[in-house]
């Protein structure tokens, strides 16, 4: 691996040790002062600012959301009527939620981003599933800038980052650049590890995560936040009991998909764990870098693990994994793998075609009994050198399949969902609900 960064907060101290570098271009040295990107963690960020204005009383969590933004609008018109915050923030809303739009740099790129969602298809009625959706954290950083009448970045540097009295947390490239700085890596032609050719994504996805950058320390400091009840180290009331506590509440159950998700809260994932015991948190990932964090409330325990690059879920394994065990007494579950011995198929509910803006996913069954997926990217993903891929897929768990080769340091669990009225499933999911192409 390239660098890494980790920070634990376990009887009210703070731990923290990094080791690498931060570019393998530059070779300058990570050390517990770097701050590297923490991806799609940043939407914990962007929940805590909606929960402030929730206890501003300034917010309603199930009121529709156009009562905030009138102009809001998705491809289904009825559900642009009913989707509220709530559903937003459990990811529940059910319009599609994988769009990277750039709309420039400037303080309206959110504002124009939220502008341009009008043709979303609508994959299924606000509330009836978990799909991941990154475009729904954007909406609710927008909501957050009307709310508190403040652009994004500025928002979360003054309600969130200073009241902690957080150093080092940079929303953009303009602060991270003050600081030591991590680059992503991503494969290289010769096998190893090279820095990636840009450092961020664009800054309309700021809300759901495509920049928010810090130190291992200021992550857990957040997370210590929220462990005290929202109040900051030095007493500061950074959230209300009530917002803190509304996260750990169940809001929605996720397909088994390996991932080890069993639920999500507001904002927050719930995690399965063998031993009885809440563990929440989130990961993130972005240019050749990734991000992992989970807390134990009932321990006072909060682990983050910061990377750019490498084997960063094998790394999260033995890093994350261990801390929470040793410090919370819970085991959290591994990746998933191919069973030894997979129990026959039969396609007939799996097989078809699913669609959305990034891939056309085929499932189909071969006369030998072998089930196979097929992977065409498109759009953004094929933009960014995604090429066509086939895996086989075995059994794994009542209606879930599992992929048996590796990709991207694991094996992907597909989860097949609902009835399209003949007996197939309505949606593949794996995290994201892909809805069958009707024929």
């Known amino acids: 691996m390239p660098g890494a960064s980790v920070a634990v907060l376990a009887d009210g ?16 040295p990570a050390t517990t002062d770097s701050v590297f990107q923490i991806g799609s963690i940043t939407k914990l960020w962007t929940t805590a600012l909606v929960l402030r204005a929730v206890d501003d009383g300034a917010l309603d969590l199930d009121a529709p959301l156009r009562t905030y933004l009138p102009g809001f609008r998705v491809g289904d018109e009825s559900a642009s009527a009913a989707i509220t915050t709530r559903h937003l923030l459990s990811h529940t809303a059910g319009f599609e939620g994988d769009v990277f739009t750039d709309t420039g740099r400037g303080d309206d790129a ?107 320390r200021d992550l857990v400091a957040f997370a210590g936040m929220h462990l005290a009840g929202g109040v900051a180290p030095d007493g500061t009331r950074v959230l209300s009991e009530a917002s803190v506590a509304a996260t750990r509440q169940v809001q929605v159950a996720v397909p088994d998909t390996g991932s080890g998700e069993a639920a999500w809260g507001l904002g927050w994932s719930h995690y399965a764990a063998a031993e009885a015991g ?129 990709a991207g340091g694991g094996h992907t669990v597909y989860a097949f969902v609902g009835d399209d009225g003949a007996g197939r499933a309505a949606y593949l999911h794996h995290g994201r609900a892909v809805a069958r192409v009707p024929g």
């Open 110 to 216: 959110v504002e124009r981003y939220v502008d341009s969602l009008g043709d979303l298809p609508q994959l299924f009625a606000p509330g009836a599933l978990f799909s991941y959706n990154n475009a729904g954290f954007v909406v609710l950083g927008r909501l957050a800038e009307v709310l508190h009448g403040l652009p994004y970045d500025a928002a979360l540097t003054r309600l969130l980052a200073e009241p902690l009295g957080l150093t080092h947390v940079s929303p953009s490239p303009y602060e991270a650049i003050l600081h030591r700085a991590a680059v992503g890596h991503v494969p290289g032609p010769d096998g190893g590890w090279t820095p990636a050719p840009v450092w961020a994504l664009a800054r309309s996805n700021a809300p759901a995560g495509s920049m928010l950058a810090m130190r291992a």
């Open 278 to 406: 809440a563990v929440v948190g989130h990961d993130g990932g972005t240019v050749g870098q990734a991000a992992f964090l989970r807390v134990v409330p009932a321990a006072g325990v909060a682990v983050a693990l910061l990377t750019n690059g490498g084997d960063v879920l094998g790394l999260a394994e033995d890093v994350v994994g261990h801390l929470v065990h040793e410090l919370a007494g819970v085991t959290l579950p591994g990746r998933p793998v191919p069973p030894s011995a997979p129990g026959p198929v039969d396609p007939g509910r799996y097989a078809g075609r699913y669609a959305d803006s990034l891939y056309d996913l085929a499932v189909s069954g071969d006369d030998d009994g072998r089930v196979w997926l097929d992977r065409t990217p498109k759009g953004m993903a094929a933009e960014l050198g995604d090429t066509p891929a086939r895996t086989e897929l075995v059994r794994y768990a009542a209606d879930a399949l599992i992929s048996v080769d590796e």
């Open 13 to 28: 101290q703070v731990v923290d040790a990094a080791a690498g570098v931060l570019s393998r271009a530059t070779g300058v």
